[in-house]
Structures are given as C-alpha cells and as structure tokens.
C-alpha cells in the first residue's frame, strides 16, 4: 500500500509583496495569494487525502481552507507549529530594503540564506530544519498506523527541510530552492 503527501505552501501574504521578513508575524493573504490558493486547490481537486496539516498562522489556515472545498473526505486538520516558518527574530516585519541600508547586502543575504547563522534573536534554517524533521517521523508513523494520505499547508523556509527529507537533497541544494505559490509536491509513503 502506498500513501501520499501532498505539501505545498502558502499563497503570496502582503509582507511577501512588499518585501518584508515576515516569520512569525501574521500577514493575510493578498488577493494574488488567494488566486494561488485556488490554482492550488485545482490541482489537488482529484486527489484524495483524509487528514490535513496547517500551522497557527493565517496565511497556512486560509491557503489550506480553498484547497480544503473540493475534500469533503478530509474529516481532521491538524495545527501543527513544528512546521511554521522560520523566525527572523528581530528582523520581522522589517523591509528588506531597511536592512540591507542597515547592514550591508553582505549581512542580509547570510541572515537571510545561510543555512548556520540565525538572524537576532531568530531562527537559521539547521534549527527549523531539525523541527521539521521531528514533525516529518511522527507525521510518517501517523500515516502508516491510520492508513491516511495527507496535505500539509506550509511555509517557504519549512519547505526547504521537508523537501530534503522526502528528495535526498544536500544542504546546498536544499538552500538553493524556491517553492512557488501555486504548486503542490507529491510523495509516496511506502507502508
């Protein structure tokens, strides 16, 4: 028997437009974002998942309410906050313009995209990644013992981890990735 994972991230929120380090903070969903939503919930309207993931921020819950319209075979959603996006600690909700004015691009683009170094009081992406992973075992062990296949609204930094995990990549690879508004990953679960 083989089970599924449907994981996909959520539509474009009004920090992401304006280009704002958002983490933690919660920003809605634009109306760009929305349309992603639906394009999302459109490709997945033929699959079949029971149980649904989202973490406690908006843009994870409303993303996962579109798609969530055409499955009415999905009876639990679960929230789950090993899985938000990474924090940027004392740079939420600041421009990235502000910053890189601040501190140089050289600053910016490590406290931004390294994988090591955590930005003030935030995150880097090795420790969202080991949250990531936790969540990934248990939420595996789940689907085997329920026979369930799944969809999982996450974030853009949270992606990273999890698609390393389920497509082998490196650390360099993973970094590397940009996960789109409007499409969905795919993976089986071998039970």
Not at 56 to 75: A, F, I, Q
Not at 98 to 121: C, L, Q
Request: charged content about 35%; overall charge positive.
């Amino acid at each position: 028997m083989n089970l599924k994972i449907y994981l996909f991230r959520h539509g474009q929120t009004y920090f992401n437009e304006t280009k704002r380090f958002t983490g933690w903070k919660d920003s809605k969903l634009t109306k760009k974002g929305i349309n992603s939503a639906r394009i999302i919930s459109k490709k997945l309207k033929n699959k079949k998942f029971q149980v649904a993931y989202q973490t406690r921020l908006s843009r994870s819950k409303d993303t996962l309410k579109e798609v969530l319209k055409y499955h009415p075979e999905c009876k639990k959603i679960i929230t789950d906050d090993r899985m938000i996006e990474r924090s940027y600690g004392n740079l939420q909700g600041k421009y990235h313009k502000t910053i890189i004015d601040e501190y140089g691009k050289k600053r910016f683009d490590v406290w931004h995209r390294s994988y090591n170094t955590s930005p003030p009081k935030g995150e880097s992406i090795k420790m969202v990644e080991k949250r990531v992973d936790s969540f990934i075992k248990d939420l595996i062990k789940y689907m085997k013992k329920n026979k369930v296949n799944v969809a999982i609204a996450a974030h853009g930094n949270s992606m990273r981890p999890f698609r390393r995990y389920l497509e082998k990549f490196s650390v360099k690879k993973m970094m590397e990735l940009e996960n789109p508004y409007d499409k969905y990953f795919e993976y089986t679960i071998k039970v």
